[in-house]
């Protein structure tokens, strides 16, 4: 028995429609990257430490030059908010140079804007009160 194989080409162009085929279909690779992780173990040691303590001046002059005035750590803050801002920042820093303020970690000029805007709401309070959460000690 033969096999005969049998080809047919018809020459033309490919027919167009406005009839809706099937749904299209469409691939998406996903790329996934691993980054690689670091731990950093600690092991205790017996180095002794050194703790040293510096002493600060107590005459505050701000980062600007300004004098903090000599009422820096009892005035209100009706005073307070008619200064210029090198002024209040002078005043600020007067304050937390020797007080403990939950403003103070974070900058002078944080403590400055934190008062300025305190101040507008507390005008009989001192600056120091604002600041602190307590009168001077003075």
């Not at 429609?17 to 299209?24: A, L």
């Amino acid at each position: 028995m033969g096999l005969a194989a049998c080809e047919k080409t018809t020459s033309g162009s490919v027919a167009m429609t406005t009839e809706s085929g099937g749904p299209i279909t469409t691939t998406t690779t996903t790329m996934t990257t691993t980054t690689p992780r670091t731990t950093t173990t600690t092991t205790p040691t017996t180095t002794p430490t050194t703790t040293q303590t510096t002493t600060q001046s107590t005459t505050s002059t701000s980062t600007s030059g300004v004098p903090a005035p000599a009422n820096a750590t009892t005035m209100k803050c009706s005073e307070y908010t008619a200064l210029s801002k090198p002024q209040r920042l002078a005043v600020v820093q007067q304050i937390l140079q020797n007080n403990n303020s939950v403003f103070g970690a974070m900058g002078p000029d944080f403590a400055e804007t934190m008062a300025t805007t305190m101040c507008q709401f507390t005008t009989e309070e001192t600056v120091y009160q604002v600041l602190t959460g307590s009168p001077p000690t003075h």
